[in-house]
């Protein structure tokens, strides 16, 4: 029998249009557009919530030491080696916070000292110097670069980091960091020694606090120490000068994790 001969009786036709349910349609709809209401709110909240928390615990540092910021202040020993530093890193790290003591105080009367035998010292400019050292070693030192560390460190710090880069390259290790940025830098010293030929020697102590990701591995790429994630750390760093000799410049004379 062909299709088109088949025919429903009109009564029944009338009879099914009169009972389709719209209201059922009506409901499906308004359920739909609060579905994807709904699936809009909680997607833009899931989102939000897989952001990746930075700053995890135990990281180790520069001092190859985890930080602890509510370490008691030590007075810096020879400088131990650094255990951990980067490779330049592709923005620039920027300073947040700077502290400086008050001239009134102790180690403000030493820095008044250093500047009446130091044309254009100030404990600002001696901070923008702390902030070049540190973004110069810390590469300098994670790469093995030896002539950019030339004239930055005392003779005894260098010998050290030299020691501990030849260490490194013995037993096939690679350092890499990337530092994100300086968050602060504090004058926490200051002293000014006389030595038995007359000369003055300046040491200025001072607190970096920084954020970097670090990490050391062996020679066949397995992590040794730290880790990818972003961490703070904070280091002690020690800088000396011989006052009224031309030329002369500050240099790192030890480095300790605060």
């Given at each position: 029998?062909?299709?088109?001969?088949?025919?429903?009786?009109s009564?029944?036709?009338?009879?099914?249009?009169?009972?389709?349910?719209?209201?059922?349609?009506?409901?499906?709809?308004?359920?739909?557009?609060?579905?994807?209401?709904?699936?809009?709110?909680?997607?833009?909240?899931?989102?939000a919530?897989?952001?990746?928390?930075?700053?995890?615990?135990?990281?180790?540092?520069?001092?190859?030491?985890?930080?602890?910021?509510n370490?008691?202040?030590?007075?810096?020993?020879?400088?131990?080696?650094?255990?951990?530093?980067?490779?330049?890193?592709?923005?620039?790290?920027?300073?947040?916070?700077r502290?400086?003591?008050?001239?009134?105080?102790?180690v403000?009367?030493?820095?008044?000292?250093?500047?009446?035998?130091?044309?254009?010292?100030?404990?600002?400019?001696?901070?923008?110097?702390?902030?070049?050292?540190?973004?110069?070693?810390?590469?300098?030192?994670?790469?093995?670069?030896?002539?950019?560390?030339a004239?930055?460190?005392?003779a005894?710090?260098?010998?050290a980091?030299?020691?501990?880069?030849?260490?490194?390259?013995?037993?096939?290790?690679?350092?890499?960091?990337?530092?994100?940025?300086?968050?602060?830098?504090?004058?926490?010293?200051?002293?000014?020694?006389?030595?038995?030929?007359?000369?003055?020697?300046?040491?200025?102590?001072?607190?970096?606090?920084?954020?970097q990701?670090?990490?050391?591995?062996?020679?066949n790429?397995?992590p040794?120490?730290?880790?990818?994630?972003?961490?703070?750390?904070?280091?002690?760093?020690?800088?000396?000068?011989?006052?009224?000799?031309?030329?002369?410049?500050?240099?790192?004379?030890?480095?300790?994790?605060?």
């Amino acid at each position: 029998m062909a299709s088109d001969s088949i025919h429903l009786p009109s009564n029944l036709i009338e009879r099914v249009s009169d009972q389709f349910p719209w209201d059922i349609v009506v409901l499906a709809g308004l359920a739909v557009g609060l579905g994807i209401c709904l699936y809009r709110v909680l997607g833009r909240r899931v989102g939000a919530q897989a952001v990746r928390e930075e700053r995890p615990q135990g990281f180790q540092g520069v001092s190859g030491r985890p930080s602890s910021p509510n370490a008691a202040q030590k007075r810096l020993q020879p400088p131990p080696l650094p255990g951990a530093a980067g490779e330049a890193q592709d923005a620039p790290a920027t300073v947040t916070e700077r502290e400086i003591p008050a001239p009134a105080t102790r180690v403000g009367g030493i820095l008044s000292r250093i500047a009446e035998h130091e044309n254009g010292f100030t404990p600002s400019q001696f901070l923008d110097q702390v902030d070049i050292a540190f973004r110069r070693i810390v590469p300098a030192f994670a790469a093995g670069d030896q002539p950019a560390l030339a004239g930055l460190l005392t003779a005894e710090t260098e010998a050290a980091f030299m020691a501990a880069i030849a260490a490194r390259t013995e037993a096939g290790e690679s350092q890499r960091s990337d530092l994100r940025a300086i968050e602060r830098l504090s004058i926490l010293d200051a002293s000014v020694t006389v030595d038995d030929r007359g000369a003055e020697t300046a040491a200025i102590e001072v607190s970096i606090v920084s954020r970097q990701v670090n990490i050391l591995t062996d020679r066949n790429g397995e992590p040794v120490q730290g880790t990818d994630a972003v961490t703070e750390f904070h280091d002690l760093w020690l800088f000396e000068r011989i006052l009224g000799i031309a030329g002369a410049s500050w240099r790192l004379a030890a480095s300790r994790p605060a």
